[in-house]
Nanobody
Framework: EVQLVESGGGLVQPGGSLRLSCAAS????????MSWVRQAPGKGLEWVSS????????TYADSVKGRFTISRDNAKNTLYLQMNSLKLEDTAVYYC?????????RGQGTQVTVSS
């Protein structure tokens, strides 16, 4: 069974930083591309960033480019999202996601609140 468990969220002031983690199990993590998506209050799911299985390629939404960095440790089955220069509009529940055997899976999410 695919399991994704996000952690690392919290309350931070504008301009601050957070590092999110996603612990994966139930599948061969190292051969699957991974993504972070987020959902702000009252809005739909928004793609944030993706990373290929070998970490050779990373992509970012324009809204986070230059501020967020996605990475992974295949030996630890863990995905990361380093978030710097956080803005009020980054407030959302953040989920890690993968597509496994044709189905999308995501965890329970971790809340990130940017507020002064």
């Amino acid at each position: 069974e695919v399991q994704l468990v996000e952690s690392g969220g919290g309350l931070v002031q504008p301009g601050g930083s957070l590092r999110l983690s996603c612990a994966a199990s139930g599948f061969t993590f190292g051969i699957y591309d991974m993504s972070w998506v987020r959902q702000a209050p009252g809005k739909g799911l928004e793609w944030v960033s993706s990373i290929t299985s070998s970490a050779g390629t990373t992509t970012y939404a324009d809204s986070v480019k230059g501020r967020f960095t996605i990475s992974r440790d295949n030996a630890k089955n863990t995905l990361y999202l380093q978030m710097n220069s956080l803005k009020l509009e980054d407030t959302a529940v953040y989920y890690c996601r993968t597509r496994y055997k044709g189905n999308y899976y995501r965890g329970q999410g971790t809340q990130v609140t940017v507020s002064s």
